[in-house]
């Protein structure tokens, strides 16, 4: 059974920074596309940062610059870290893997 648990989440001040991580039990994952999501209160679930078994990766225009994907093949462990948070960045954040299965989520709060 795959299974995705993300932590690192939390309350951050304006231009802080978090590194959120996400681990994957029951399945290997260097074959596959990841991704990180995200979802604000009365938003739709957005695209964050994904990456392909190949290690391409996209970021959406919002977060380029500030965010960074990578992925520990080894550890079986996703990887996000943000920088420079702003409020806006305020959401749940999903891992998602194989492109379908998703983590619990972990809040990230950016404020002063």
């Known amino acids: 059974q795959v299974r995705l648990v993300e932590s690192g989440g939390g309350l951050v001040q304006p231009g802080g920074s978090l590194r959120l991580s996400c681990a994957v039990s029951?399945?290997?994952?260097?074959?596959?596309?990841m991704g990180w999501y995200r979802q604000a209160p009365g938003n739709q679930r957005e695209m964050v940062a994904t990456i392909s078994g190949g290690d391409y990766i996209d970021y959406a225009e919002s977060v380029k610059g500030r965010f960074t994907i990578s992925r520990d093949n080894a550890k079986r462990t996703l990887y996000l870290v943000m920088n420079t948070l702003k409020p806006e960045d305020t959401a749940v954040y999903y891992c998602?893997?194989?492109?379908?299965?998703w983590g619990q989520g972990t809040q990230v709060t950016v404020s002063s």
């Open positions: 029951g399945s290997a994952i260097s074959p596959y596309a």
């Open positions: 998602h893997f194989r492109s379908q299965y």
